[in-house]
Each structure stands twice: as C-alpha cells, then as structure tokens.
C-alpha cells in the first residue's frame, strides 16, 4: 500500500512563502509522475503542478506559474512544492499524489489520472 504524506502548511501573509513536502513509502517513488492538488471550501479539487517521475517535465496551472515550483529528490523518495508571493486566493487543502502510469512521459492534469493521495495539509493565505 502507498503511502503519501504531506507536511509544511500553515498561516502564511500574503505575499509571504511556504514549502509544502510529499513523502512517499510503499513503492518505487521514482518511477511515476507526482502532481500537487488544492481544494477549497465549496470549489472543486483543481490541478496546481505537476513533476515527471524524472523530473525533466514540470508543468503548472496559469494562476500560479511564476510563482510556484515543484521539484522532487527520488533518492529521499519525497516531492516539493515551493510557493512564494502567496495570495489569499491560493487558501486551500493542499494534496500530493502518485501517478497510476509508470513512466508516464508527460505529466497530466486530471485527478482521475492519479492514483494515490495524500491527506492534504491545510494552507492558508491572510491578506
């Protein structure tokens, strides 16, 4: 069994920064694409980015390229997520999650499209 454990979220000022981590255990982390997703109350679970499960694709959603990057360090078995100049509309649950295809080479936005996840950690941006 796969197991995702986020941590780093917290109460944050806009415009301050975070570093959300994902660890993984149960599988061979390196070998599938992890994607970072937020839900916030009443809305929907949307894709924020993703990683490649060699790290040479990342891709992100327009409300926060240029401001967040995601990374992952396969040998600690652990994803990243780096958000700077953070804004009250980016308060959410914040969930990782493991691809369901090995070696995906590409990285997809569709939750369906991943299989295990995380319990979320809460961040929430004051104005």
């Known amino acids: 069994q796969v197991q995702l454990v986020e941590s780093g979220g917290g109460l944050v000022q806009a415009g301050g920064s975070l570093r959300l981590s994902c660890a993984s255990s149960g599988r061979t982390f390196g070998l599938y694409a992890m994607g970072w997703f937020r839900q916030a109350p009443g809305k929907e679970r949307e894709f924020v980015a993703g990683?490649?499960?060699?790290?040479?694709?990342?891709y992100y959603t327009d409300s926060v390229r240029g401001r967040f990057a995601i990374s992952r360090d396969n040998a600690k078995n652990t994803v990243y997520l780096r958000m700077n100049s953070l804004k009250p509309e980016d308060t959410a649950v914040y969930y990782c999650a493991a691809d369901r295809i090995i070696y995906r080479p590409m990285v997809v936005g569709a939750p369906a499209e991943y299989e295990y996840w995380g319990q979320g950690t809460q961040v929430t941006v004051s104005s």
């Open positions: 990683i490649a499960w060699d790290g040479s694709i990342t």
